[in-house]
């Protein structure tokens, strides 16, 4: 039975682990470039982020799902955030970066910042949709 238990919790973190790698990859790949490349991949890419709006979606659910998937397989960086700040903020830089040099070719922009602001804004919601759930579990198991 022990054995059974640890068989499953090693297959969750196996699950979360590659969710995550999931994540981090299609949050850091350059769209643009590709789309740059293959016609068909623009179409579908200008269906999804054709209008600013939709854009600005993009960036806080990628960044909602992933700081939600971190904070499950890291539940300390909920008590050390610095941590998941850091981590967050560097995965935004990251992918800015990315697609500036890949398919952009200019420097920082206003607009930039402002993602990278709405991806923090994402990491946020997950932040605190993931601390207030530990916290009422925890409230919910001493009644």
């Keep these: 039975m ?61 960044f909602a799902a992933m700081g939600a998937v971190i904070l499950t397989i890291y539940p300390r960086l909920q008590t050390h955030s610095r941590l998941y700040w850091g981590l967050i903020v560097i995965l935004g830089f990251l992918q800015e970066i990315l697609q500036l040099t890949t398919f952009k070719h200019r420097s920082f922009a206003a607009n930039d910042f402002f993602d990278i602001a709405v991806d923090v804004l994402g990491a946020l919601a997950a932040f605190y949709w993931m601390t207030s759930t530990s916290k009422q579990k925890s409230v919910n198991s001493f009644q």
């Design 2 to 62: 022990i054995q059974q238990k640890q068989q499953l919790q090693k297959h969750n973190w196996f699950v979360l682990g590659a969710l995550l790698l999931l994540l981090i990859t299609v949050t850091l790949f350059p769209y643009g470039w590709l789309a740059e490349r293959w016609r068909l991949f623009e179409q579908v890419t200008n269906l999804f982020f054709r209008t600013e709006t939709s854009h600005i979606v993009g960036h806080f659910v990628l």
